[in-house]
């Protein structure tokens, strides 16, 4: 999740938030990818994930790749709870999940190469005191009171508020994992392209990425549990957003849609001040019962903006939200089957062809197949496993009109990024039916195995 962001200053007119949305437009030539992905730590001996603090811990590691790798700190209070280096920063998810949010690069050569120097530096780190890593979309073993909880105000208050909104909302705090892309639009009419395009084939994300088949040690009957989890947190800020397929949908009716989402907080001086359920709409009037008398700014905008959670929401930049945390190879994967995607004119016009009749019951019915079944998923008569192949030949159609070279030329573009999904669709199978079939064969039902075999 998001560190306190930096959106400007004061807010003294409505159209200010529209504006701080459709600033985000860049020329093509300006667009960017971003890549983000978590990881779950654990202490080699024990298998229990990493406490905060102590000689195998999350602050030895963020401590760690301070000290070796030249990242600035980022504290909260006097805790160290993230690092900042070239545009790039790690973040801790509430359950210490570590957190790569990657600086903005033009290809996924270069987005790729990021994630690998990551994973060597963290895995550098995490040798020395003790530590590995893992890839998966949800903790296979650990229980919640096993959990830790990160220092951080952010997490205190929502886990205060999870309760009240849905039944999974802590699990999704601190038992998962997610792979994400972040990336830009030319205008207005771009982004709703883009968007619409991103929520209908969210589900072929998720089924593709899917890999989180296990909770507290047993099979879950879902092969993604982490989206099974999003289907029942907070219906006020989560989902498919059906609004976004309206006519006249733009950068207002996102403003409109996140200005009815309760709030969290509100950040002042290094402290989150809770502001639980409270409206954004009272606080542009002057009247938030945490803050009377105050009106907000534009970071407090930004910051409201990172509390709304459904499957692909927009910022200054649009972030695909729906996959589950994996292999080493699907880190890359993610980003160049969106890129392909969205960053191509022909490419996006095929792929909204390509979902442009779904109404809301089969987009919301996918989303749920996708959970349960995977690439075996089917909803409204249209079956995951096809809607996946067209979706990836477009994709790759994409990359190659994009043409990006890599390896100092010796690569023609970006398209073998896209391998390890086409095998999956290939095999009809995902990284879950993999951790399915071993944790009923040769892991004779036992997850100790996971751990050496899955870790980075």
Same mark, same amino acid.
Request: glycine letters at 10%; a negative charge; one cysteine or more.
């Given at each position: ?6 959106? %400007? %200053? ?91 949010? %990657? ?256 109404? *809301? ?86 997850? *100790? ?8």
């Amino acid at each position: 999740m998001s560190i306190p962001q930096s959106g %400007g %200053g004061p807010i003294e007119r409505y159209e200010q938030l529209v504006e701080y949305l459709s600033s985000g437009c860049k020329p093509k030539e300006d667009w960017r990818i971003g890549t983000e992905h978590e990881k779950f730590g654990y202490d080699r001996i024990t298998k229990l994930p990493l406490p905060y603090d102590g000689p195998c811990s999350i602050k030895a590691m963020l401590e760690g790749l301070r000290d070796r790798y030249g990242w600035s700190p980022i504290f909260e209070q006097d805790n160290i709870i993230g690092l900042e280096l070239n545009g790039a920063n790690i973040s801790l998810e509430p359950g210490g999940q570590l957190e790569l949010s %990657g600086a903005p690069l033009q290809s996924i050569h270069e987005t790729c190469d990021e994630v690998n120097e990551h994973l060597r530096e963290v895995k550098s780190v995490a040798d020395d005191i003790g530590a590995g890593f893992i890839g998966l979309g949800a903790a296979p073993t650990w229980t919640h009171e096993q959990m830790p909880q990160m220092p951080k105000g952010r997490y205190r208050l929502m886990n205060d508020y999870m309760d009240s909104v849905g039944d999974l909302g802590k699990q999704m705090m601190y038992r998962t994992c997610t792979v994400q892309v972040n990336l830009d639009f030319a205008s207005e009419a771009d982004m709703v392209q883009k968007l619409r395009v991103g929520l209908a084939l969210q589900p072929v994300a998720t089924a593709l990425f899917a890999n989180s088949p296990f909770l507290e040690g047993k099979l879950n009957g879902h092969k993604s549990w982490r989206s099974r989890i999003w289907r029942d947190l907070d219906a006020a800020r989560t989902g498919m957003l059906p609004f976004v397929f309206k006519d006249g949908f733009g950068f207002e009716a996102w403003v409109e849609y996140a200005l009815d989402v309760p709030m969290y907080f509100v950040y002042r001086d290094g402290t989150y001040i809770n502001a639980l359920g409270q409206s954004f709409r009272d606080f542009l009037k002057g009247q938030l019962p945490a803050l009377p008398g105050e009106t907000p700014t534009l970071s407090d905008w930004a910051d409201h903006l990172t509390t709304v959670f459904p499957e692909a929401r927009i910022k200054k930049y649009m972030e695909m939200r729906g996959a589950d945390g994996g292999p080493w190879r699907r880190l890359c994967a993610l980003p160049a089957f969106w890129v392909g995607l969205l960053y191509d004119q022909g490419a996006l016009d095929a792929a909204w062809d390509l979902v442009k009749g779904f109404d *809301d019951e089969t987009r919301e019915g996918l989303r749920v197949a996708a959970s349960v079944d995977g690439l075996q998923g089917v909803a409204g008569g249209v079956k995951l496993l096809d809607l996946a192949r067209e979706a990836i030949e477009i994709s790759r159609a994409g990359l190659e009109a994009r043409a990006v070279p890599g390896a100092g030329g010796l690569i023609p573009d970006e398209t073998h990024f896209l391998n390890a999904l086409q095998e999956s669709v290939e095999a009809r199978q995902v990284p879950a039916d993999e951790l399915v079939a071993r944790f009923q064969g040769a892991w004779g039902g036992k997850l *100790d195995p996971i751990f050496d075999e899955f870790s980075y």
